[in-house]
């Protein structure tokens, strides 16, 4: 069993930045495929960032591209998301994933945080 705990969210103006924290339990975070997902009202769950098991290896959502970066700890069981020139569209509930496979689909993933909400005003 995996347990996953997002900080880090909160209210910003648009072009700043936040930095998000997923602290996992278990010495088996180290395995697995982490990832952050984010779902605005009325909107589908969609695909942020993932990174693989050593960190060698990211991928991001389109819309994200080139402002947000993912990072992990795994001596800290923890991932990152640093978000710079946030948008209002950036405005959802970012959740932390774990999974088996280096995927984009959040039907990949088994092990879901509570989320943390982030909002961006314009």
């Known amino acids: 069993q995996v347990q996953l705990v997002e900080s880090g969210g909160g209210s910003v103006q648009a072009g700043g930045s936040l930095r998000l924290s997923c602290a996992g339990s278990?010495?088996?975070?180290?395995?697995?495929?982490m990832a952050w997902f984010r779902q605005a009202p009325g909107k589908e769950r969609e695909f942020v960032a993932g990174?693989?098991?050593?960190?060698?290896?990211?991928i991001y959502g389109d819309s994200v591209k080139g402002r947000f970066t993912i990072s992990r700890d795994n001596a800290k069981n923890t991932v990152y998301l640093e978000m710079s020139s946030l948008k209002p569209d950036d405005t959802a509930l970012y959740y932390c994933?774990?999974?088996?496979?280096?995927?984009?689909?959040?039907?990949?993933?088994?092990?879901w945080g509570q989320g943390t909400q982030v909002t961006v005003s314009s």
């Open positions: 278990g010495s088996t975070l180290s395995m697995t495929v």
């Open positions: 994933a774990a999974g088996r496979l280096f995927l984009t689909s959040h039907k990949m993933y088994a092990y």
């Open positions: 990174i693989t098991r050593s960190g060698s290896s990211t």
